[in-house]
């Protein structure tokens, strides 16, 4: 009985051992040392003019002479890889006789291909190859790369049609681009079955990476004898004049082909698609030509993996800096679902998308588009049971999960992430399905039968259009999506698995860093008593009037004390320019600071971290280095590194000789350890004797970009203004901290303020409220101990105006419900604070 007839027999089928060749040229097989023929084409002895009826069992020197056989075996010495054969173009073989030859060696065997060729007609496959390869190089995107390749080797070869053929997920190949004859009717953006190309052929595909075929109508020539003394047939994977499968010429003659050649396309050792081309007459391309189709097969793999492989890796940057900011919020977090759920929107911005769901701890929640909630626990068993733990994705839900149909056009794809190796924990991103119509090139599923050929595939003589709708499918999760969803599954497990750790080595980090700001205490304060010293001993200008000196002594220490307020505080973070700009104010007067960079926000972290070493440095510079004497400078320099890092430069100019100190106190070891070990950044201080030189990298975790593109601007010096802008006012200052709570008052009273009611607390500022009458009011928004929003509220009830204080970064604890309040930043600055407290008293413009 025979066997059924189905596609799996085509695979079967022996193309490597067709026992013939393409009758163009002929074939001589030899041994491995090239002495003596074992095997011939039948029509060899006629094709050398040799009046000779069998070469096999001839000497290589008998048939062709010392000299040809001398360059035979050299050129078969150069032939390491069967898949690169050695040639010999255009070679005179006699006076009359030119032959390009190919030679390769295979399974102990030298095998020879011998081409005739045109006396005279001595063609380079350099010229070919350049042009070809010239013009790709333009090409820098992948649609042009498509575009392109057919046309030039239309031009260059001279077939009737080229196409770009891409294989599908599913084995099935679409041709992506073509050129063509006018007269011929497209193929472009046709599908092609699977069963048209069998799995053989593909893996002579890899191995030939080169196919022609002159004449499908031709008569093969065989091979004699077809099996050597050990019963073995010839193998002709690497021959480029292997004859073809009767099924493959059948085929490309139902299709009206008369000859054709393919390039192959290799991207990652895998075949990626094909470079067909079609003649419809008989066409011989010559070795030349074929040598500079390989070579321009070959750039093309290399280009198009090099494309394909940037936007991969562009997508991949993108989709880890997005991860990276998002976990910067998760990690820190004592409940790792909590900011899971709450960015399941930002999630779906790096995998291409329609929704995500994340299933944990046996809650769910969605974002977009998803299955119903009900049939969620049903989906999760089932991933339980496909996933092992792994990354695991589908276009077609409801062929895996029967279940799933009835919820397939919201969800037919699904690109599943374990969250732990408990099963029952994922993050699943959702494609809705997409009903489309695929145009093949004849019916794929035609029935088959047995055809002359016996039992083997008849192939279909119809190439007609045939449509298919194809439903319950989604758009397939591409290689890119799968290594984006590896990432998050990478980062998400290490932050869920080693969330207690974390916080616990956070709790001891927190607990070192308080003792170690504790046992700084008493040395910040001498530090701030030597640096008042500083700023008074430095040289007064003769001309100068005492009130003008006495002026610029309190505003500089004023300015000293608002730096050091902003230090102990432990805000909520804000800029470097804030932060460099209160630090180093006091010294304006005397060197010359110059503060370049982009605008950047620290976290609060990173804030206080930073704030302690620049009062280090600036403490350093003022006792013995460029901020101790006139007439120096200072650079301070920021940029943001491509790793998203910030590299902060302090370079000192113009002071006394800088020495190394001969002993390390505890403001070094600030210098040197405070960011590698509280943000696992670097730290690294010079002593230069021209000048001490400090570079800082802070993490990116820690960087928050400000608005402005860019800062470059010299320290200003406080200023101070006298007039009467507030003139009879009675003003409720709320402000905590005693030296800023005196320089506001000091402020408010120099411009005419009638009263200054300042409080340190919430309770007090109400009760004040109850006793006095105010007209306006500035508020601390941050009380150490609370906030004024108490105050804010019971201020806006009484339609008393006022205006918050902020430090860096509390803006965000203002209420909603006082969104109308305008705020000023501290330090203050009397013309910003002034400006904002008159404008309290500006009565609105009425339109129209």
């Known amino acids: 009985m025979s066997e059924p007839i189905d596609l799996s027999n085509c695979d079967r089928e022996p193309i490597h051992i067709p026992g013939s060749i393409q009758p163009h040229g002929c074939l001589l097989v030899a041994d491995r040392q090239l002495r003596t023929f074992l095997r011939q084409s039948q029509n060899a002895p006629g094709f050398f003019n040799r009046e000779i009826d069998n070469i096999v069992g001839m000497k290589v020197e008998d048939l062709f002479g010392s000299r040809v056989a001398h360059d035979l075996r050299n050129a078969f010495g150069q032939a390491i890889n069967p898949a690169r054969p050695a040639t010999l173009s255009a070679y005179p073989l006699s006076t009359d006789l030119f032959c390009d030859i190919s030679v390769h060696a295979f399974k102990g065997q030298s095998i020879l291909e011998f081409e005739k060729v045109e006396i005279g007609l001595l063609d380079s496959p350099l010229e070919p190859a350049r042009e070809l390869i010239s013009r790709m190089r333009e090409a820098r995107t992948i649609d042009a790369l498509f575009r392109q390749a057919p046309r030039l080797l239309k031009a260059v070869l001279g077939y009737d049609r080229v196409m770009l053929y891409r294989f599908e997920h599913d084995g099935s190949g679409k041709v992506i681009s073509e050129a063509k004859r006018s007269d011929l009717e497209s193929f472009l953006g046709q599908h092609f079955p699977a069963s048209d190309i069998p799995k053989q052929a593909r893996e002579l595909y890899l191995r030939n990476t080169v196919r ?185 839900l409801s062929g895996s999960l029967p279940a799933a149909e009835k919820y397939r056009i919201a969800v037919s794809g699904v ?109 910040r304060v001498k530090n701030v008593l030597a640096l008042i010293k500083s700023i008074v001993s430095q040289p007064v200008d003769s001309s100068q009037s005492i009130e003008t000196y006495a002026a610029s002594l309190k505003e500089r220490i004023m300015a000293l004390a608002l730096a050091h307020d902003q230090i102990v505080r432990h805000d909520g973070g804000g800029s470097i320019k804030q932060l460099l700009t209160a630090e180093l104010s006091p010294y304006s007067h005397t060197a010359s600071i110059d503060l370049s960079g982009p605008s950047i926000d620290l976290d609060g972290r990173a804030y206080s971290v930073l704030a302690l070493i620049f009062h280090e440095l600036a403490t350093n510079a003022a006792k013995y280095g460029a901020l101790s004497m006139s007439g120096t400078s200072l650079e301070v320099n920021w940029s943001l590194q491509t790793d998203g890092s910030c590299k902060i430069g302090w370079i000192e100019r113009g002071g006394p000789p800088v020495r190394a100190p001969l002993r390390r106190g505890f403001g070094s070891i600030l210098i040197d350890r405070s960011i590698p070990f509280d943000l696992g950044g670097k730290s690294d201080i010079q002593f230069d004797p021209a000048g001490v030189k400090a570079l800082l990298v802070i993490p990116a975790r820690f960087i928050r970009k400000g608005e402005e593109t860019a800062v470059f601007s010299r320290v200003p010096a406080p200023t101070s203004q006298s007039n009467n802008a507030l003139e009879g006012l009675r003003i409720l200052l709320v402000e905590d901290q005693l030296l800023i709570a005196l320089e506001a008052e000091d402020i408010l009273l120099r411009h005419g303020a009638h009263s200054v009611s300042p409080t340190a607390s919430s309770a007090d500022a109400l009760l004040l409220l109850d006793a006095l009458d105010f007209d306006c009011a500035v508020l601390d928004v941050n009380l150490g101990d609370g906030t004024s929003l108490p105050v804010a509220e019971e201020l806006t009830r009484r339609r008393i105006p006022y205006v918050f204080a902020t430090g860096y970064g509390e803006a965000e604890l203002i209420s909603p419900n006082s969104v109308a309040a305008p705020f000023i930043r501290k330090p203050y600055e009397a013309a910003g604070l002034i400006g904002l407290l008159k404008s309290l008293f500006i009565p609105p413009k009425i339109s129209g």
Request: glycine share 6%.
């Open 212 to 396: 022609i075929i002159s004449d499908v109508f031709a008569e093969q020539i065989p091979i004699h004898p077809v099996l050597n003394a050990s019963g073995e047939p010839l193998d002709m994977s690497y021959a480029h004049l292997r004859s073809v499968s009767p099924i493959h010429r059948e085929y490309l003659r139902n299709m009206g082909v008369a000859a054709s050649m393919s390039i192959s396309i290799v991207i990652g050792g895998k075949l990626w698609g094909l470079l067909a081309c079609h003649h419809y007459t008989p066409r011989v391309l010559r070795l030349a030509h074929r040598i500079a189709a390989e070579v321009f097969g070959d750039f093309f793999s290399l280009h198009l993996q090099a494309v394909i492989q940037e936007q991969r890796l562009n997508a991949a940057r993108h989709a880890r800096r997005a991860l990276d900011k998002l976990l910067s919020e998760i990690s820190l977090n004592e409940d790792s679902s909590s900011p899971l759920r709450n960015h399941l929107h930002s999630f779906a911005q790096l995998i291409q998308c329609d929704g995500v769901g994340l299933r944990q701890a046996g809650t769910y929640h969605a974002f977009g588009t998803t299955p119903p909630s009900t049939c969620i626990d049903e989906l999760a068993g089932f991933l339980n049971e496909v996933t092992n733990g792994q990354i695991w994705a589908t276009h077609e």
């Open 415 to 523: 690109l599943a992430v374990p969250l732990s190796q408990i099963p029952g924990d994922y993050l699943m991103f959702y494609r809705k399905e997409v009903s489309q119509t695929i145009e093949w090139a004849g019916d794929p599923k035609k029935e088959y039968a047995v055809g002359q050929f016996g039992d083997r595939l008849t192939p279909r003589k119809s190439f007609s259009m045939w449509k298919q709708t194809v439903e319950f499918q989604s758009l397939p999760w591409s290689e890119s999506d799968r290594e984006i969803a590896e990432a998050i599954r990478t980062t998400l497990l290490e932050v869920i698995l080693r969330q207690a750790e974390l916080l616990s080595e956070e709790k001891k980090k927190a607990e070192v860093r308080q003792k170690v700001l504790n046992e700084e205490l008493n040395h």
